[in-house]
């Protein structure tokens, strides 16, 4: 469970592609996935946040991060990784067009979806809201909160966007150092993660590299592994399901490289899964993908709005239901903004989901 298998996957859904820009319908069902995963986890954290009582004797933040194991995040550093060194063996000595793309696709929704998280950061401050941490509203303070220095970044999730583009400005160097990535990567994936203060204060995390680096030793995974290894995905799913559940009952594997590589792993097995047993349902996904960047991004502003609105309305339901409500509600309308923008205002995918 440290990656391998993961490897063979990811090379096994992106070969047969057949046309350009092309891309096999598994993989974007387990993106699309793993998104879903996130949404679950934040909007799970903010109904405990709202005083949601413990499901099972235990936070709902943790149920729903345990049965995965905390491989959602993992998951797209694994593919980053993998797809970049894909990107740097083609063309060795041409990093320049691999970082202008990187950087272009990924900067212009990073900094927009930060701006607008900060945007409704200082109406709440001047509205009269009570923000959770850090609830810094001045000129200093928004530079460091789009940006991600200095202070978390304003979006709560976009941490990973940004870690993502020092690990893609890193990739050429790590490309040069051919299988002795393995060493340090290894290393940065299992010590423990920084203290919550540099976290919050706009440090990138090293775990990240990490996993981006072993992403891109997957390529050295020999084709048809994953074949080989999973023949009955939906099985292998849900023993991984099952590593989950035996996770959040005694703790056990932690979640460090081998607990998030098999729950990437996890993801991935979900997404060939319904590929062969749900074609329309993943055909639906595969369409929809790229929604999944919209999704991942401006899902805590959104979650951060429905709290406010529960603690001062205190609407007369569960707060699970008022919250799953919301989860789902969230879900169609990313959805649903991404094709009517995809549709009328295509230019504007470049701020909203890098141009996909």
Sequence with gaps: V???PVSGAIRR???PATSKGERHRALDVARMFAAILILILHGSATYVVAGGPPIFGREAYVIAGGLGLWG????????????AMRSLEKSPDQAGPFLKKRITTLLPPY????FVAFSLMWVAVQAGFQLAGNARVDPLAMVMRVTGFGLHPAGDSLWFVRDLLICSCLAPLLHRLGLWILIPCIGLTITPD??????????PRPSSLGYFGLGMLLLQVPPGTFQRWFPRPGISFLLCLLIGVIFIIGQFPRPDLAGVAC???GILLFGHFIDQNAPRLAAWAARHVNASFIIFAANAPFYAVGKQLYVRYHPPIPQWIYFTALTALFFF????????????????????????
């Design 333 to 356: 309308l990313a959805i649903a903004v991404h094709s009517l923008v995809k549709r009328y205002f295509p230019k504007a995918l470049l701020l909203i989901t890098g141009g996909r």
């Design 72 to 83: 959602r995040v993992p998951f797209f550093f694994f593919l980053s990784g993998y797809f």
């Design 194 to 203: 920084i203290p919550v203060a540099l976290f919050e204060q706009g440090c």
């Design 111 to 114: 900094l927009f979806w930060n």
């Design 2 to 4: 440290t990656g391998t």
């Design 13 to 15: 859904v992106e070969e």
């Design 263 to 265: 729950g990437a792993l």
